[in-house]
C-alpha cells in the first residue's frame, strides 16, 4: 500500500534541486592561478634586471665587447690566455677601438667583456625560464586554459628580442660606426618595455578570477581608460626618445636647463644630411625632441590627473596618483642628469625610475578598465 502524501505538499517536491555553484565560471577555467603568477613576477624580475644591466652595459661601453652572435656556445667565455687575446683581437678590428680605445688593455679588456656577456646570459636563462616553466605549467595542467595562448606568445617574443639585440650590436661592427645605431638601440628598448608591459598585463588579469573581471568590466570608465591608454602610450614615446638620447650620448651635451646654448632650441638641429638623421643623429635636436615630449607629458599627466578626481574607486585613483608622483620624480631627475652631464649612476636611476613608471601606468589602465569592486563595508 502506497504512502498517503500529505495535501501541503508542493508539486514536484520530490525533484532534486541542484544549486547553482558559485564561482563557477573561475572554476571551469582550471589551471592554478598561484603557481602562474609566481612564475609570470619572477619573469617581470628578470626583465627588470635585464633592462638594467643592459642600461649599465651601454653606459659602459660595453655592448661590442663581444663581436660574434652564438646562441649556444656563446655561453661559454675564455677559459684560457690564448682565448682572451682571440677575443680582444675581434674587438680591437671595430671602430670603437680604433677611434677611442687604442690604449686598452686585456685587464680593461675583460671587464666590458664580463658586462656585456653577463647582459646576454641574462637573456639565455630568461628564455630558458620562461621555456621551463611555461613546459611544466602546461604538462601538469596548472596553467588557466583561457590564458595559454597569450602566455605561449611571450616565447617567441623573448626570441624575437633577443635577435633584435643582435642586430643592433652588429650595427656597431661595420667598420664605420663607433656606437651601435641608435635606432637599434631604441628597438631593442622599445621591445624590452613592451614585453615587460605585455607579461604585467596578463599578471593583472590572472590575479583576478573571471567572474571578478566580468563584473568589475560593468564598471569601467570609458573616458579614464581612453585617456590612460594615451598616456600609456604618450609614456612609451618617450622612453624611446630616451633610447635615441642614450644611443649617441646626448644627454652629455647642453647641460643648460631649461634653454639649450642659451636659448629655447639648440643651434645647429639641421646640420646633418640627409635631414632625417638629424632625428636619430644629432644630438640637440634628439635631446631637444626628448625635453619637449617630457613636458607635453606632463601637462597631459595633469589633465589625467584631473578626470582621475571623479573616479568612484579609490584603488583607481590611488594607482594614478602613484602615477603623478613618478611622472613628477622622473622629470626633475631628467634634470638633474642631464645638468651633470649624465653621470652613469644618474643615468642608470634615470631608466630604471622609467621602468616604475611604465609598470604603474599600465596597472592605472588596467583598473581604469577593471576597476577592483569596493566592498559595501568599505568606502569606494
Same mark, same amino acid.
Given at each position: ?199 604585467? !598585463? ?55 636647463w631649461p634653454l639649450m646654448a642659451g636659448g629655447f632650441v639648440p643651434p ?7 635631414? !632625417? ?50 611622472? #613628477? ?32 601606468? #599600465? ?16 568606502s569606494s
Amino acid at each position: 500500500m502506497s504512502e498517503k502524501r500529505s495535501i501541503f505538499e508542493e508539486v514536484g517536491s520530490d525533484t532534486k534541486t541542484v544549486a547553482a555553484v558559485v564561482g563557477a565560471i573561475s572554476r571551469n577555467d582550471g589551471g592554478d592561478r598561484n603557481l602562474t603568477c609566481i612564475w609570470l613576477r619572477c619573469l617581470i624580475g628578470l626583465i627588470v634586471a635585464m633592462i638594467t644591466v643592459g642600461g649599465l652595459t651601454r653606459l659602459t661601453d660595453s655592448g661590442l665587447s663581444i663581436t660574434e652572435w652564438d646562441p649556444v656556445m656563446g655561453a661559454i667565455p675564455p677559459l684560457s690566455t690564448l682565448a682572451w687575446n682571440a677575443a680582444f683581437d675581434s674587438y680591437k678590428v671595430t671602430a670603437e677601438y680604433t677611434s677611442q680605445n687604442l690604449s686598452m688593455t686585456l685587464a680593461e679588456f675583460k671587464i666590458i667583456f664580463w658586462w656585456e656577456w653577463a647582459h646576454r646570459q641574462l637573456g639565455r636563462f630568461i628564455g630558458l625560464f620562461w621555456f621551463f616553466g611555461f613546459t611544466i605549467l602546461f604538462l601538469l595542467g596548472k596553467l588557466p586554459k583561457t590564458r595559454r595562448w597569450s602566455l605561449f606568445i611571450v616565447g617567441p617574443f623573448i626570441g624575437i628580442q633577443g635577435f633584435i639585440g643582435w642586430l643592433m650590436v652588429n650595427s656597431g661592427l661595420d667598420g664605420i660606426r663607433v656606437d651601435v645605431a641608435s635606432y637599434w638601440l631604441m628597438a631593442h628598448l622599445g621591445a624590452a618595455f613592451a614585453l615587460l608591459g605585455y607579461i604585467f !598585463w596578463y599578471l593583472q588579469i590572472i590575479e583576478r578570477s573571471d567572474a571578478d573581471l566580468l563584473q568589475s568590466r560593468r564598471l569601467r570608465e570609458h573616458k579614464l581608460l581612453r585617456m590612460s591608454t594615451i598616456l600609456m602610450y604618450f609614456v612609451a614615446l618617450q622612453i624611446l626618445l630616451g633610447a635615441l638620447v642614450a644611443g649617441i650620448d646626448a644627454g652629455r651635451n647642453y647641460t643648460d636647463w631649461p634653454l639649450m646654448a642659451g636659448g629655447f632650441v639648440p643651434p645647429d638641429i639641421f646640420d646633418l644630411t640627409p635631414w !632625417w638623421r638629424n632625428f636619430f643623429e644629432n644630438d640637440g635636436l634628439v635631446q631637444f625632441i626628448h625635453r619637449l615630449s617630457a613636458y607635453c607629458l606632463f601637462i597631459y599627466a595633469v589633465l589625467v590627473g584631473l578626470k582621475v578626481r571623479s573616479s568612484a574607486h579609490k584603488r583607481t585613483r590611488s594607482a594614478f596618483s602613484l602615477v603623478w608622483l613618478l611622472i #613628477i620624480f622622473q622629470l626633475i631627475l631628467g634634470i638633474i642628469t642631464v645638468m651633470n652631464s649624465s653621470p652613469w649612476n644618474l643615468a642608470i636611476f634615470h631608466q630604471f625610475s622609467a621602468i616604475l613608471l611604465w609598470l604603474a601606468v #599600465i596597472r592605472g589602465r588596467f583598473l581604469a578598465g577593471f576597476p577592483i569592486v569596493a566592498s559595501v563595508r568599505s568606502s569606494s
